[in-house]
């Protein structure tokens, strides 16, 4: 938790269920809180201030490249675009205005479903990335061998499979290694 006055900080403990394990890190030293979070590696981040500033969404940014998990911050006054600066730091939600025990609770569970939905949208786009690279390394690959070897589309991609099953390798690695190879081959 990171809160720079106390009454916030009570704020926050009130409403965190009973057993909850707080690290209180230091409000002014925003620069460590990347290495304090990779240290103590907390389930959620809890933060409370005025204003943030760039050095606070500078610290939240590396901490969802690093070591992501939900973020919320509670804020006294909004400042033009920083809901938008927040959430693009990492932030899973921005509270204006409405730090009290009461809110606490429900806040942290959207946050931390919120967090979850981001997360697996991330990992469904990071494969869906991979798997469109792969097609089109194994195209590149067939039409490769379908030029130099005067094969059809239908017997290139069954080569490839072939040597894949054989090798018990993925038919991207295959395909990486017959484009690999081709400069060398007639």
Do not use: W
């Not at 921005?94 to 959207?110: C, K, M, S, W």
């Not at 967090?115 to 991979?130: I, Y």
Request: aromatic share 2%.
């Amino acid at each position: 938790m990171i809160a720079h006055r106390e009454a916030d900080r009570a704020q926050i403990m009130a409403g965190l269920p009973q057993g909850a394990i707080v690290h209180l890190a230091p409000a002014e030293e925003n620069r460590a809180l990347p290495a304090q979070v990779e240290t103590v590696r907390p389930d959620m981040l809890i933060g409370a201030c005025e204003v943030p500033d760039d050095t606070l969404l500078a610290a939240f940014r590396m901490i969802s490249e690093a070591s992501p998990l939900p973020v919320v911050l509670f804020t006294e006054k909004d400042r033009t675009q920083m809901a938008h600066r927040a959430l693009a730091a990492g932030v899973s939600a921005y509270i204006v205005n409405g730090l009290t025990a009461e809110r606490i609770l429900p806040v942290t569970q959207v946050a931390r479903e919120r967090f979850r939905m981001t997360a697996a949208l991330h990992q469904e786009l990071r494969k869906s990335r991979e798997e469109l690279a792969a097609r089109k390394v194994i195209e590149r690959a067939k039409g490769l061998l379908m030029e130099r070897r005067g094969m059809s589309e239908q017997a290139a991609y069954e080569a490839m499979r072939r040597l894949a099953m054989s090798k018990a390798r993925p038919l991207r690695e295959i395909a990486e290694l017959i484009l690999s190879v081709s400069d060398i081959l007639p």
